[in-house]
């Protein structure tokens, strides 16, 4: 057994498929067939059953890819250990964030980092806030950015992000006049809502009351697709407000506060804090400190209008 015929039987479990494991780990399917058979000869079992068109695993393989995964974890910790004994950080930075904030809020964050260390390679873990927090608890990755409250005895959680959730709607809607309406006044016009997430949770709680008469014309997937549907006026959205600015410096949209709401989003960088960290990581992790430094006590300063 070696880590490559690891690495191939975990990419089989995951796919389900020979074929579609052969295009990931850049193998033939006869070849991917030939190292699944060295393990099950090794192992003295059958790893893997063919239930109609897709490979499921065996209660052998079911065992035998809990082990697998710890392999892999361990032999990625040793490598980065061998790379920490240099004084430069370098190896691998795993990190766990959601798509809104891998595009609205880390990439100055990693031009910064790699600004300041080029040698090191930073792969993203994309997922909800809960997956993030999972893959943290399991090793995979070495830090996440996830949205508050999370609360677990074994983390550290560092503040680094906090911004106004507010009403957006195109320059064109009845709205788009306003600085200021109330829940209530939104319920006369269709409305935009996420599919899943955080601002899905405060949208759920915040038209409960009036379930009986709010009109959402859409769901959508993600923060991206809900800014192009507002622009074109189908809807109004709640939406974090700095991920809106875009559009409302060039007079796309606009940013309404609501009345008796005080809505926020904050996000925060979590890590194991029993668990020693990779030089790569703790490098993030100081930046991120540094950076919370220099906005402390400070708000985003939306804007209202596109001028």
């Known amino acids: 057994m070696d880590f490559d015929q690891i690495v191939t039987f975990l990419e089989v479990a995951k796919q389900g498929s020979f074929s579609r494991a052969g295009h990931k780990v850049f193998r033939s399917q006869p070849a991917v067939s030939a190292q699944i ?23 052998a393989g079911e065992v035998l890819s809990e082990y697998a995964q ?39 964050v990693f031009a910064r980092f790699h600004d300041l260390y080029p040698r090191v ?37 560092l503040p680094v992000f906090k911004d106004k959730l507010m009403l957006m709607v195109a320059a064109a809607h009845p709205l788009a006049s306003r600085a200021s309406v109330s829940v209530e006044e939104t319920l006369d016009h269709p409305l935009i809502f996420p599919k899943t997430g955080f601002t899905r949770q405060v949208l759920d709680k915040l038209y409960r009351p009036y379930r009986s008469r709010v009109q959402v014309s859409l769901e959508l997937a993600s923060v991206g697709m809900i800014k192009r549907f507002v622009a074109a006026n189908l809807g109004a959205s709640l939406i974090s407000a700095s991920y809106a600015a875009e559009e409302v410096r060039s007079g796309e949209a606009k940013l309404i506060t609501l009345k008796g709401v005080d809505l926020w ?26 950076r919370q430094k220099t906005t402390a006590g400070r708000r985003a300063a939306p804007a209202t209008s596109g001028k």
């Open 37 to 59: 058979r060295q393990l099950e000869i090794e192992y003295g079992e059958r790893l893997f059953d063919r239930v109609g068109k897709v490979i499921k695993l065996t209660p």
């Open 70 to 108: 710890r392999l892999i974890t361990l032999r990625n910790e040793s490598l980065r250990a061998v790379a920490d004994q240099r004084q430069t950080p370098r190896g691998v930075l795993a990190i766990g964030a959601n798509e809104a904030t891998c595009l609205y809020v880390l990439p100055d």
């Open 121 to 157: 390679q930073i792969t993203i873990y994309r997922n909800f806030s809960h997956k993030i927090l999972q893959k943290i608890d399991e090793g995979t990755i070495d830090l996440g950015i996830v949205t508050l409250p999370a609360a677990a005895p074994s983390l550290e959680i």
């Open 265 to 290: 989003r904050e996000l925060a960088l979590v890590y194991r804090r029993d668990r020693s960290m990779p030089r790569s990581a703790q490098a993030f992790i100081e930046l991120m400190r540094e």
